[in-house]
């Protein structure tokens, strides 16, 4: 399989950066953000993807394939306020191999809500507290343009962000200071709990489908900004199903390389195998080879 991704990475800290070229600063200035997806607080790490995927001989056809979101800005209406509440557009568009190997191609429009009812930036110095949650509520209509139909999906979320060592969301940096802190080991993990429910096409002739689902991010270089390796799992309990299904599951990993500390760009190798919440939870299993380039900030 032959692949070009572009995308967004999780950016370390580092000095002096290369100079990104003016059409990227252009998202930056323009508060445009282009990845993957923002389903959680920390999907902004997600690359969005355009690549072009061979015939393996498999009966999987070849085809141009995409995982593109585009979150537009976004809108506070308290923005001198200690709570954060945010809302902000966000269009995606997934086109890829169904589980039937056949190319699915889907468009999508979400508002997104986020709400930290805590000031992360002073919140480690609270007494008692461990961990500061941020809520995320979605509504989303996706457009299936193979089989034109439709179908709602509503989704409340909580991310965790751990405030002391050990704590989900808490940066580990080793050595953590010093002039060599740049290339230093660095490691986070996240968890985020959340529920779905999705309203079929009323065409397809099935009901509602509900899940309650946990999510487990893993995020590690160990060769400070050089070198990173992203790895998540999402298990979800299927609380309705016409299909009758009980847990659905999707696993994923990434192995980047940086050249020369440049956050911008990246070369990488993904892997994903699992129910594909884009195509129905459908069973798939991808391998894709990528140039990794992050847009926005």
Known sequence: ??????????????????????????FTRNKVLVR???????????????????????GVPSATLADVSIKAGQWEPFPDADQVLAFSPVVEWHRGIAGNKKVSNKLSA??????????????????????????????????????DSGEDKSELLVSLFGLRPGLPGYLWLHPPTGPDAIQALKFTYQVDLGGELIH?????????????????????????????????????????????RDRLWDVSSSLNWFPYANPSLALGVDYSRGHDANDKFTFREKFVVAVKLKLGE
Request: net charge negative.
């Open 1 to 26: 399989m032959a692949a070009v991704l572009l995308g967004s990475l999780a950016t370390p800290a580092f000095a002096q950066p290369p100079a990104a070229p003016s059409w990227m600063t252009w």
């Open 110 to 147: 979400t508002l997104r809500a986020e709400w930290n009812p805590l000031d992360v930036s002073e919140a480690p110095g609270s007494p008692g507290l461990v961990l500061a949650p941020a809520f995320v509520l979605s509504e989303t209509y996706k457009r299936d343009l193979v089989a």
């Open 200 to 244: 079929p096409p009323n065409e397809a002739g099935g009901g509602e489908i509900s899940t309650a689902f946990s999510k487990l991010t893993l995020n590690y270089w160990p060769i400070g900004g050089t070198l990173q390796w992203k790895s998540e799992g999402i298990y979800r309990k299927v609380l309705q199903d016409p299909a009758d």
């Open 36 to 58: 993957k997806t923002f389903e959680t607080t920390k999907d902004t790490d997600s690359p969005a993807a355009i690549f072009w995927s061979e015939d393996s001989g498999r």
